[in-house]
């Protein structure tokens, strides 16, 4: 539950107070959580607090333990160990009717026409009857699937019936929004649309946890990141830090001539390998180097018509982390750990 704030003397706690402690209480706190199917460890000592309001992106690879962490927040599964608190109470289901839910498999009354399984959806989540029409119209004119309101949820494309869900799943304006996977199965312009739906609902006010193993998603869209691999958290850190840990140690740099003499280049300092590109060249700077500096002496050397420093993608300091390249066993260079 939220902590509880009395006033001296023993009296009531004012609203204003109660809710201030609420604000302070994470919106998802896990704290030690494992998870075993027989043989297999899917999670393993998780540990990970989401404060109200951010947008994290929970990523790795399929099979990773994306899942099976979200399944256990919900109450879906419940863990081995460990303990799971979601918007200051013990358990998903006590919040549920300020918690909203995508899951990986989709599941929708197929033989109900879609106005009415977003009304039902909606009164399940103790949406006002009063508004309840009125709101479902207006979130499916928000997509453009307005003609769809009076179509059986079967006879709707895979696409339209993953935004119907996700519309199922915000219909009661949640004070928390899970979404497992949610591109899947999404043509770029729906996966666009989706994007935006998502960003709205942060705006809001909504805290927001996502999953995906497609980093370029959480990259776009995430505030901070937390990393699974092989069922133990390697990362978990703000997507600004994460940028300024790995630092960028490659330049792109496309020649005003393409028949220029680029071999000043190689004699640059820290310069480990220089590669052709589609649009260029590409120059692998060594660990430590400054990239402002390298980025200056490269312009001065070859006239170009672009230069650039390519960050690392999350997808790259994934691969570094898992690879030991960052250090030993998962543990990142700068000494955060790989498995807690």
Not at 263 to 278: A, D, F, K, M
């Amino acid at each position: 539950m939220a902590e509880r704030v009395e006033e001296p003397g023993g009296k009531a706690p004012d609203r204003a107070a109660v809710e201030r402690a609420a604000s302070q209480t994470p919106a998802i706190l896990l704290r030690g959580v494992t998870k075993t199917f027989g043989a297999t460890q899917a999670v393993t000592d998780l540990d990970l607090e989401v404060p109200r309001g951010r947008l994290y992106g929970l990523i790795g690879p399929n099979g990773a333990g994306k899942t099976t962490a979200i399944r256990m927040i919900m109450s879906i599964l419940q863990p081995d160990s460990g303990s799971v608190s979601v918007l200051g109470e013990r358990a998903a289901p006590v919040a549920k009717d300020r918690t909203g839910y995508l899951p990986e498999e989709r599941g929708l009354y197929r033989r109900m026409r879609a106005g009415a399984f977003l009304e039902y959806m909606g009164r399940l989540k103790g949406v006002p009857l009063s508004v309840i029409a009125e709101r479902v119209q207006y979130r499916l004119e928000r997509l453009g699937l307005e003609e769809y309101a009076d179509k059986r949820c079967e006879e709707l494309s895979k696409g339209t019936q993953q935004k119907l869900q996700f519309l199922a799943a915000v219909i009661h304006d949640p004070d928390l929004l899970i979404l497992d996977e949610p591109f899947t199965g999404l043509d770029p312009v729906s996966t666009l649309q989706l994007r935006a739906l998502i960003t709205a609902e942060h705006d809001r006010g909504a805290t927001i946890v996502f999953s995906t193993h497609v980093m370029a998603h959480a990259e776009e869209l995430c505030d901070h990141i937390v990393m699974i691999h092989r069922g133990r958290k390697v990362l978990d850190d703000p997507i600004a830090s994460i940028r300024s840990r790995y630092d960028p140690r490659t330049i792109r740099l496309q020649p005003l001539d393409p028949n220029a003499d680029v071999s000043p280049l190689r004699r640059l300092p820290h310069v480990e390998q220089i590669t052709p590109s589609e649009t260029g060249l590409e120059i692998r700077l060594a660990a430590g180097t400054d990239p402002a500096q390298a980025l200056a002496r490269a312009a001065s050397l070859v006239p170009c018509s672009r230069i650039e420093l390519a960050r690392p993608t999350l997808e790259e300091i994934f691969v570094r982390i898992v690879s030991g390249a960052d250090g030993a066993d998962g543990v990142a260079a700068d000494g955060a750990p790989g498995s807690r």
